[in-house]
């Protein structure tokens, strides 16, 4: 909105100082630009649309690795009695807090050192003699989750073609500066179409923006509409918090 207001007190400006110095002649120019631009806009669009789907799919694959992890700690805790598994066992409760408040709000390395303990307590469950497929599928649960933290280290410090996004920015703004001085009869009719331009042009730029990080998590019970949901890890607790051993 501010955006939008800015460019139309602009153009009010340029007509009151008579300012509006391109003949409406050109005017047939400036369609063709704005269908560059609007491509332009659609491809970065496709991209972070695509990305964020592939984003969708990481909280899952977080729940199924910690899921599978517990199962075996579990099994080795019922039937084994193992010591290591009950210590494993209760770092996992810990991972979902670690994971929404030090890794996405804190940005600490604690969730990083939590992977690491987990990883000692698999090999303590192999020294006390578990059967190796057991250690080697939670291993491998393990590489799997710190695979997923990587990817969301990733998208989280990676803008999508950073370069052509500040071109479609400064396209964007030249062509309304441009249009402003545009000389359009009646005069209001170009107000309101730079002003549905801005609107158009800006709301997708924003949206882009947006969606580059899909992991925006401030620490607020409310998720925002542009972040991916973590729910499933949030109902995962739920069921760890629910178990006693």
Request: aromatic residues 12%.
């Amino acid at each position: 909105m501010p955006i939008i207001i800015i460019f139309g007190c602009f153009k009010v400006g340029v007509h009151f100082l008579n300012w509006e110095v391109i003949p409406k002649e050109l005017s047939s120019f400036f369609p063709s630009i704005l269908t560059g631009i609007i491509f332009i806009l659609g491809f970065l669009l496709a991209g972070v649309v695509t990305d964020y789907k592939e984003s969708e799919k990481i909280p899952n694959e977080i729940a199924a690795s910690l899921y599978a992890i517990w199962q075996e700690a579990d099994y080795l805790h019922n039937v084994a009695k193992s010591k290591a598994a009950d210590k494993l066992m209760a770092k996992i409760k810990n991972f979902v807090p670690t994971f929404k408040n030090d890794f996405f709000i804190l940005k600490n390395n604690k969730l990083s050192a939590l992977l690491e303990a987990i990883s000692e307590d698999i090999i303590e469950i192999g020294k006390e003699g578990a059967a190796p497929n057991y250690v080697i599928r939670m291993k491998t649960e393990l590489a799997n989750i710190k695979k997923t933290i990587n990817r969301i280290n990733i998208i989280q410090n990676t803008d999508f073609i950073p370069s052509v996004f500040v071109s479609i920015q400064a396209m964007a703004i030249i062509f309304l500066s441009v249009y402003c001085l545009l000389n359009v009869d009646p005069w209001w009719g170009g107000l309101i179409l730079v002003s549905i331009f801005a609107f158009v042009i800006f709301s997708i730029l924003f949206l882009i923006k947006d969606m580059e990080n899909p992991f925006e998590y401030d620490g607020s019970n409310e998720l925002k509409s542009d972040e991916v949901s973590i729910e499933v890890l949030v109902n995962l607790q739920r069921e760890f918090e629910a178990k006693e051993f």
